[in-house]
């Protein structure tokens, strides 16, 4: 088994899953025990300025130059230690489907959980290949796991050979990236990188430096409750306001219905009775005009729907996630996707550049001021029970981000 596996199996074990509920930093304490566990290896590796923040859960670890001081710059790896608040991380059971042969894979016979390509048909590039995949009970935590233990290989196999030569490299992991709150507390300076990649991205090649504008949409509906027979002309039921509201944004802008480029209303949530109810939604675009043409959308809605119930009966509350990375990456940092992709072509790698259709930590940290451009990890299917994530991209990843270290 390689040492990026092993990482790995080790670490999706420790559950990190983060909470949109909570008001803490990191919003789980339970993040802490994957965060004392790096920290520890980091020290053991015999890396620099290793530092781990009990206070907001980060990890901050530098690799000393073995260039004798040629490269001024420093380049930074960063990935995140929580799993998503959609699937259960608790006692996640990954096992590896060597050779896969391109069938269906029975991840639970109880429960008739199948991984197959009819539904997943990336699964096919995978034939060949070994896949590391859930019993179909919980998520796998590829997302940002797999990307963890990348950069963790990395740091080991840049420490045992010295002989590789190359500048500082900075490491760090942040929490909470799920709820986008990963860098709330992120010190830019304790980090030291001039310039950095998050590795955080799907299948192997992913290369990518644009993704969603992001807010947060909260609507709450106020009814009237009386008894039903006594209705007439009395009764606002909450619960059938909140049905009209989502009944009056535009359907084709519902993810399923939407690639590439075309943003989106997800509803994500919501809850009811006759005096009051809830909506929860994520808005998400690429362009920043039709980004703030559906916030607005989102108002105006309500506004018409208060003109019919009465004012007060619908209340937003919105509130920006991140934005594009585009507009920092590309006025002066396309070099970092230009290296990128040819390091990925001399190792054999396709680069795929894409936009993303979610967010990562380097999309806020570009807006921070540090650039921070996103590449692959290996895994598909993130947030959910179909999970999966190549062995043999895993390594591969590795060999990337050496290569970028050299360069």
Known sequence: ????????????????????????????????????ILYQELK?????????????????????????GKNKEVLGFISHMDTSPE?????????????????????????????????FPELNEYVGKSLIVTDGTTLLGADDKAGIAEIMTMAETLMNHKEILHGKIA???THDEEIGAG?????????????AYTVDGGGIGELEYENFNAAALEVTIYGINVHPGEAKDKMKNASLIAMEYQSMLPVEQRPECTQAYEGFF??????GEVEEATLSYLIRDHDREKFEEKKALSVTIADRLNEKYGNGTVQVTLKDSYYNMKEKIEPEYMFLIDRAKARMEELGITPKIQPIRGGTDGARLSFMGLPCPNICTGGHNYHGRYEYCCVES?????????????N
């Open 1 to 36: 088994m390689s040492n990026v596996v092993e990482k790995f199996l080790k670490y999706v074990k420790k559950d990190t899953q983060s909470s949109e509920n909570s008001t803490t930093f990191p919003s789980t304490d339970k993040q802490k025990n994957l965060a004392k």
């Open 266 to 271: 997800h509803l994500v949530h919501m809850s």
């Open 183 to 195: 860098v709330d507390h992120f010190d830019l300076n304790k980090f030291g990188a001039d310039y």
């Open 394 to 406: 895993m390594e591969k990843i590795v060999e990337l981000l050496i290569q970028l270290a050299k």
């Open 87 to 119: 699937m259960s991380g608790e006692n996640v059971k990954p096992r590896i489907v060597q050779n896969y042969d391109g069938s269906d894979i029975i991840l639970n016979n109880e429960k008739n959980i199948i991984l197959g390509p009819d539904k």
């Open 44 to 68: 053991d590796m015999g890396l620099e300025e290793v530092f781990f923040d009990e206070e907001y859960c980060y990890v901050y670890a530098m690799i000393p130059a073995t260039d004798g």
């Open 171 to 173: 490491v760090a992991f």
